[in-house]
């Protein structure tokens, strides 16, 4: 007999192995999220009371990966309001709540085990205090500074050193110099197993008078990073499953997964 969960996931896999191939729709997607961006349709989206700055779909997928790598540390370059930085510490608690389930013990919600680490070159005061108010402040940790020096680097590094499955996401700046700059800083802390999320990947597939107060465009993207930053590291690949499926999402080709 079939296994009626198997068969689901086959036919999930099936489905979203046919949207590459469907112009029209990936047509209507491109004109959709073009007008997303002029709308700034992105910002309306809260999480637990913090706004991010993200399409619900990238939301959803975050978790799917989250919940199947289960880091005990995700590093996110790029926090403004902090949004993002609460979606990981709710998942991280999530997890540190299954953990104990399992386990039949009880949690310290003051010293959490799994963490998440954000980087931004301007913490705002007004954002800072949001988040110091927050239930979750516990499992959040912070370093004010630009993500692509030696300096902040040598921090980030020291910080992981002592967690055991590390997620990366970059959404700071997005330019191509930036990104290849955090890809190369930041990738050797994922994982095996584990994910390097690159947002705004996006910004290839748009005319360039999508981002005109912007420095970034089609050519100097996440995504042009990315490309380079794929050929010369064969350890890590797109995660076509995650990534072909959301359409509507600010990081196509951006869900890089590390081998092993
Ligand atoms: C797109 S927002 C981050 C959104 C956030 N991850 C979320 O989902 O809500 C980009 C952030 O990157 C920060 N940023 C820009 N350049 C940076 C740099 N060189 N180093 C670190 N952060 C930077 C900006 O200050 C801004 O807060």
């Avoid at 999320?197 to 042009?224: H, K, Q």
Wanted: glycine share 6%; net charge negative.
């Amino acid at each position: 007999m079939t296994d009626p969960i198997r068969a689901f996931r086959d036919e999930q896999r099936a489905s979203i192995a046919t949207y590459g191939e469907q112009t029209a729709w990936q047509g209507l997607t491109r004109e959709w999220v073009t007008e997303a961006f002029a709308q700034r349709y992105m910002y309306n989206f809260d999480w637990l009371g913090r706004p991010l700055i993200q399409f619900p779909a990238d939301i959803v997928a975050f978790q799917e990966v989250v919940w199947a790598v289960k880091p005990d540390l995700i590093i996110e370059t790029g926090i403004a309001h902090g949004g993002s930085l609460v979606l990981s510490a709710s998942l991280l608690a999530m997890l540190d709540y299954a953990d104990a389930v399992e386990a039949g013990t009880t949690l310290d919600p003051a010293n959490p085990r799994r963490k998440v680490l954000g980087i931004d070159i301007d913490i705002r005061d007004h954002n800072r205090d949001e988040l110091d108010r927050h239930p979750l402040r516990a499992r959040i940790d912070m370093l004010q500074g630009s993500s692509v020096t030696d300096e902040m680097a040598a921090q980030v590094r020291e910080h992981a050193a002592g967690f055991q499955r590390v997620l990366v996401s970059l959404d700071s700046n997005h330019t191509h110099e930036h990104v290849a700059r955090e890809l190369e800083l930041y990738s050797p802390l994922v994982s095996p197993g584990s994910y390097c999320l690159v947002f705004d990947t996006i910004v290839e597939d748009m005319d360039a008078e999508v981002f005109p107060d912007r420095p970034w465009a089609p050519g100097n993207s996440p995504r042009s990073a990315v490309r380079e930053f794929l050929a010369a590291n064969p350890d890590f690949e797109v995660d076509e499953q995650v990534s072909d499926k959301l359409l509507i999402s600010a990081a196509p080709g951006g869900w890089l997964r590390r081998k092993g």
